[in-house]
DNA sequence: GCTGTCAATGCGAGGG
DNA sequence: CCCTCGCATTGACAGC
């Protein structure tokens, strides 16, 4: 009797197909054909009677799929389909097709019917190594191995098919934790020997600082000792470079700073536009410097022109005007003084010989 | 009770 | 239009 109703209600089901096209799909690969498993025991006894019935051509193919149901090679408890807790537990008997044990009430059958099944059973230890030895193979899934997967496995295609989506997205995070993993230490590497370089490139500065001083030293004994004497043959005025130790040093920063655009720009060039940007708090620091201060002297970068142009006039008024400077001979500038600090853009052509030592330390 | 895992659902996008 | 995919999400369940 109760096949009967439920052969009615497959009928029934059928001529709704078309209604539910597009949801049916999942129920016809899912759960209304393993229901169909469930009610007659996996026997090819539904595909008899179906065939007996006479079903119509456009009905093959949920036809074929209740065939594809019987006699799977994988005979131990399905997810779905067999209720028995796969971990051994008990677990009670939902069957799907329980309402049509009761007596028929007509359209609350179909409804019931059509509600999915309530619990979720995991797949068992066999089947889950059996896909993904077949994962392992190829991770994408055709529609033939599909089919013959689920035979094997005694599942339906669409858990099959749900498997191998989930397992491609598991496949997806992994791979991305170890493509982090590996950036992260690839930045880590990178980090040490930009720290290290930045050391040496300190040492070099201290150094080349301390023998500009040396130098300043000598030139200016010698430059008293030519005053001295052109005083006493001519009279004329000096012609030398007139600097003292702290100007001087001064003047050098201003070369390094003038330098150390240029290794902004250049490492500028090394994160550059087509790197990733992390915008976000969580990982802005794994891009910045290791000490941006080192690298920023003056950032004048996010300032209009008429902006800088105010600063400029503010922090070197035009007394201190790099080119207002007596112009003592080509190349050589009376040295400004102490407390002034001539703009990097504004830094004349450096024919000086110590500032092509310093210059050369940052080339 | 909380949390992580996993099977399953729903939806939009893209290809044939 | 159908199918498959990726993705976000849900719900069941196990382990703590």
């Known amino acids: 009797m109760a096949l009967w109703h439920c ?34 025991g996996g026997s090819s006894n539904m ?67 059509f509600h999915p099944p309530e619990k979720k059973r995991r797949l068992t230890a066999e089947q889950v190594q059996f896909l993904e030895r077949n994962f392992e193979l190829e991770n994408k899934l055709e529609p033939e191995r599909k089919i ?32 982090y993993e590996a950036l992260k230490a690839s930045y880590n590497s990178l980090k040490a020997d930009y720290d290290n370089l930045h050391k040496e490139k300190e040492k070099l500065k201290t150094e080349v600082l301390s023998l500009t001083d040396k130098m300043l030293l000598k030139e200016k004994e010698l430059g008293n000792s030519e005053t001295s004497d052109c005083k006493e043959l001519s009279g004329t005025p000096p012609q030398k470079f007139i600097s003292n130790p702290a100007s001087r040093e001064k003047t050098s920063r201003v070369t390094i700073v003038n330098k150390q655009e240029d290794i902004t720009s250049a490492n500028s060039d090394v994160f550059d536009s087509e790197s990733p940007h992390y915008t976000d708090a969580g990982h802005s620091s794994l891009l910045e410097p290791a000490d941006s201060t080192h690298v920023f002297e003056l950032d004048q970068s996010d300032l209009s022109q008429d902006e800088e142009d ?54």
């Open 310 to 363: 105010n600063l400029n006039k503010t922090l070197f008024p035009p007394a201190y005007n790099f080119y207002n400077f007596p112009k003592l001979e080509d190349g050589l500038y009376l040295d400004p003084p102490a407390n002034s600090y001539p703009p990097a853009n504004s830094y004349p052509p450096a024919n000086s010989c110590l500032n092509g030592v310093a210059e050369s330390i940052f080339i």
């Open 47 to 113: 595909t008899v009677m179906f065939q007996n019935e006479g079903i119509p051509a456009s009905q093959q193919s949920l036809e074929a799929l209740l065939i594809s149901t019987s006699a799977p090679s994988f005979h131990g408890p399905s997810a779905l389909v067999n209720f028995e807790d796969v971990r051994g537990g008990k677990q009670p008997d939902k069957s799907f097709f329980r309402p049509l044990e009761q007596e028929d009430t007509g359209d609350e059958d179909l409804d019931e019917c």
């Open 7 to 40: 052969l009615r209600l497959c009928h029934r089901l059928i001529s709704l197909r078309s209604t539910f096209s597009s949801k049916l799909k999942y129920h016809e690969e899912g759960w209304f054909a393993m229901a169909g498993r469930r009610a007659y």
């Open 148 to 179: 013959h997967l689920a035979r094997d496995l005694g599942l339906q295609p669409r858990q099959v098919a749900i498997w191998f989506q989930n397992r491609r997205a598991r496949w997806k995070t992994k791979q991305l934790e170890k493509d």
